[in-house]
């Protein structure tokens, strides 16, 4: 070989050489675990005086805010995730929070509050301010929503930040079997988060995907959220989570008995031998509602036709009273009224008062004009005379409507929790101001009153109310519709009275007559003791807590015999 071929074969050995030193050095370090480390400031970017709030397991998107040394939630947040029975009253500034048992009120910025348990403030101080406000913004003391939520929670700094655990149940964990990091993305080449030391519980976060490279997705207990190697951990396991918080009972002032409760319209004061009268007629009658408070004015004022002569009258014959309240002033605007809470507070001290000056065994809440908007209002007025009326030994039953999209705000399901018992007013399906002309309570109609109430409230707390009145329908040529209310003698006198045939229709659970008069049709769906009966076999199959009826001295005395065979 010359010497030329040495020195080309001797170049290429060099360069082969230093081909695989290169390449060696390339695979050591791409094999080599970076150790580049995030600090988690920059990770957590968190702004000063604000917290960054991980909900369970995830990153939440609002921060709470550091004040005084204490955590902060936006109040959205609160009710929405913690407790939704926390109340901010915009207009007042003021926050309050009901148990069974006591009214909270905190003032916005202080640390003062107060405690009501029935009309009696006490007020005293708080550690710290429950309440904070920044602009539009509130924010709650996480401590003092800790304090009535099921929820545990665990703070942190460089960054600040709070875990927060409230969704109790099975969660996949897993264990450091070899001492390893966490790193930001699932790749060793990825920045460290934290040193993970052996036997640390991770939260197993990878769960339905699969996984990234061989590497599971964790969380630290400090809510660090990153990547770990697979052979590094143990094998994944389930583990039951749950709180320690124990929810307060809300005691219901029910009766052992079936409910038999009839309203009676009053207009006077001297109303107690009249009740007599009308109570003679009835059978199995256990409760008496009259119609004497009204919602009077903005403030909270009400009318009332009150009288310890009729209580008086009602207990001798056996009966409790369970005195009704209306909003039908149509000059008061009830979203004004419920959305103050020291004008709701004076709605409730005023009925509570008159409750107990006139010796009441209940107070019966018929709101039916409650807008929209005032939903939430209306919930948090009774949230706070359920407290007052069960530390008053008095029965709160509310008026509904039945069930439907359009009333749902009236939230029959946090009804059903706080308070005694909720009435179902299962008639009124075609109502004097209707344009068509129906049935005031067709058997499918109270079937599905029945149900769809059921679904939300318990039966135990369930009061089906039905109708002791008819409406005739007058239809002219014009296509013009309207009504009037018929008591059931009457009602049943239309058939006789215009040589009518009732006819038993099975879709109605009703007789149904029609006839011509005057150039216009009239119709009728009759209310008497079948049609009720018919309603009674519904609501005795429910084992609901009993029936009221609309209303006292509508009735045939012969319907009782129904009612009472049902409710026994």
């Not at 005293?124 to 509130?138: A, R």
């Not at 927060?164 to 790193?183: D, H, M, N, P, S």
């Not at 004015?297 to 056996?318: F, H, N, P, Q």
């Not at 009966?319 to 959305?339: G, H, I």
Request: aromatic residues 12%; proline residues 4%; hydrophobic residues 40%.
């Amino acid at each position: 070989m010359d010497k030329k071929a040495k020195i080309a074969i001797a170049g290429i050995s060099a360069a082969v050489i230093i081909l695989a030193v290169a390449i060696g050095i390339y695979v050591v370090k791409k094999l080599t675990p970076g150790n580049e480390v995030m600090l988690l400031t920059d990770y957590y970017k968190v702004d000063d005086g604000e917290v960054l709030i991980i909900l369970q397991d995830e990153i939440y998107d609002k921060p709470g805010i550091i004040a005084d040394g204490n955590v902060y939630i936006d109040y959205e947040t609160v009710i929405r995730e913690f407790n939704h029975r926390f109340y901010w009253d915009q207009n007042e500034n003021v926050l309050v929070y009901t148990t069974p048992t006591e009214i909270i009120q905190a003032e916005a910025v202080t640390n003062k509050y107060s405690i009501t348990k029935s009309m009696i403030k006490t007020e005293t101080v708080s550690e710290y301010p429950i309440v904070k406000i920044y602009g539009d913004k509130v924010y709650i003391a996480l401590d003092f929503v800790q304090k009535y939520s099921d929820l545990r929670y665990t703070f942190h700094v460089e960054p600040s930040r709070v875990v927060i655990e409230y969704k109790w149940g099975e969660y996949l964990f897993t264990e450091v079997e070899k001492a390893t990091q966490l790193r930001l993305d699932a790749d060793i080449k990825s920045p460290v988060l934290a040193q993970l030391p052996i036997g640390e519980e991770l939260m197993y976060l990878t769960r339905d995907e699969a996984p990234k490279k061989g590497f599971a997705k964790v969380m630290t207990k400090d809510g660090i959220v990153g990547y770990v190697k697979e052979k590094h951990v143990k094998q994944s396991y389930y583990k039951e989570v749950q709180g320690s918080f124990v929810p307060p009972v809300y005691t219901a002032q029910t009766r052992p008995e079936k409910i038999n409760l009839v309203f009676h319209q009053v207009f006077s004061k001297d109303t107690g031998e009249k009740l007599e009268e009308l109570i003679k007629q009835t059978k199995g009658v256990n409760v008496v509602s009259p119609t004497w408070f009204s919602v009077k004015d903005v403030s909270g004022s009400i009318t009332s036709l009150a009288s310890r002569e009729y209580v008086d009258k009602a207990k001798e014959l056996g009966l409790e009273v369970w005195a009704l309240v209306d909003d039908f002033n149509s000059e008061v605007d009830m979203y004004e009224l419920l959305s103050r809470t020291s004008r709701r507070e004076n709605l409730s001290n005023s009925l509570i008062e008159a409750a107990i000056e006139n010796k009441l065994n209940g107070i019966n809440i018929d709101f039916e004009n409650i807008p929209s908007k005032a939903g939430e209002h209306f919930i948090q007025f009774l949230r706070e005379l359920s407290v007052k009326c069960r530390n008053n030994g008095i029965v709160l039953s509310v008026d509904n409507y039945v069930p439907a999209p359009y009333n749902k705000y009236y939230d029959r399901k946090e009804q059903g929790e706080i308070i005694d018992y909720v009435i179902v007013m299962a008639y009124d399906e075609y109502h004097s101001g209707s344009d068509v002309a129906g049935p005031v309570a067709s058997i499918g109609f109270v079937r599905d009153a029945v149900r769809n109430t059921l679904e939300e409230v318990p039966k135990e707390k369930t009061i089906i109310a039905i109708p002791f009145y008819s409406r005739l329908w007058k239809e002219t040529p014009d296509n013009e519709v309207s009504s009037e209310s018929l008591a059931m003698t009457p009602a049943s006198q239309v058939f006789t009275n215009n040589g009518i045939e009732p006819k038993w229709s099975e879709a109605y659970g009703s007789y149904y007559g029609e006839f011509e008069k005057d150039g216009a049709l009239y119709k009728i769906w009759l209310e008497d003791a079948r049609s009720i009966e018919e309603k009674m076999k519904v609501i005795y199959e429910a084992g609901v807590a009993g029936v009221g009826a609309w209303k006292l001295g509508l009735e045939k005395e012969e319907v009782w015999n129904v009612i009472i065979r049902y409710l026994n």
